[in-house]
């Protein structure tokens, strides 16, 4: 894949530099307009063409076949970037929940059997304090993880989007060229096109997930805090 984007960068910066005189009033199209029922139906157009050779229609054929894999892909990390977006707006409301729970809870007590109180409502009870305590052992352990691996995946993360960024500049460059009047050049075009799209997205994606950590990181020490304290009654 990074090998047939480069050549379809090149590709279309040398065309550029060709009709540059002729082109330079055509402004290339917004990315935000490129969807999936565009490309699919110039895709149809194209394959119902009888003026092409084959090497033509497979050209064409193929970038617009990649074109459109690569904006669903564009429109799930959209769809991810939105859902953090939102458990960036639902934070606060989550830590004055769990602050809530925090302050609710009782105090630690020894345990006192009242006198008539049969064997069996003590096994019954003391199985079901068992079970609670597995169960806050267990959300305890993963929060105590959770929080050893948001460390590692925010490097990674900020890593991720500092590569992304440095391919901005190319992909962007041979997206917005002016569109190629015939085929399957503006096949090509298109990919380049959604190949930023994907980009865009990305970044948006990865931004997003940062922003959802910074957001939600004093929630998260106040949810471990719940589960040590639920541990300890």
């Known amino acids: 894949m990074d090998r047939s984007v480069s050549l379809v960068a090149v590709g279309f910066a040398l065309w550029s530099l060709v009709c540059s005189a002729p ?3 055509q402004p ?6 490129l969807d999936v029922a565009q490309v699919t139906s110039q895709l149809g157009a194209l394959q119902a063409r009888t003026d092409l050779d084959e090497a033509q229609r497979k050209r064409g054929v193929d970038a617009y076949t990649q074109a459109l ?7 799930d990390q959209r769809s991810r970037a939105q859902e953090l977006e939102r458990r960036v707006v639902e934070a606060p409301k989550e830590l004055e929940q769990t602050r809530a729970r925090l302050k609710a809870l009782p ?9 008539d ?5 003590l096994e019954g009870k003391l ?6 305590l597995s169960a806050a052992r267990d959300r305890a352990g993963q929060l105590r993880r959770d929080a050893e691996q948001r460390v590692e995946r925010r490097r990674a993360l900020s890593a991720q989007l ?11 460059a041979a997206a917005e060229v002016p569109e190629p009047p015939g085929e399957p050049e503006r096949a090509e075009h298109t990919l380049a096109r959604a190949q930023l799209a994907l980009l865009q997205a990305e970044i948006a994606a990865v931004e997003g997930e940062l922003a959802s950590d910074e957001a939600r990181g004093e929630l998260v020490a106040a949810q471990r805090d719940l589960a040590q304290r639920e541990l300890a009654l």
Request: aromatic fraction near 0%.
């Open 127 to 132: 199985l079901a304090a068992r079970q609670s």
């Open 23 to 25: 082109c330079a009033a």
């Open 162 to 172: 500092t590569e992304l960024r440095k391919r901005l500049g190319s992909t962007q």
């Open 28 to 33: 290339g199209p917004e990315v935000s307009s």
């Open 69 to 75: 894999d690569l904006l669903r892909r564009a429109r």
């Open 107 to 115: 105090q630690a007590a020894a345990p006192v059997a009242a006198p």
């Open 117 to 121: 109180v049969s064997l069996a409502e």
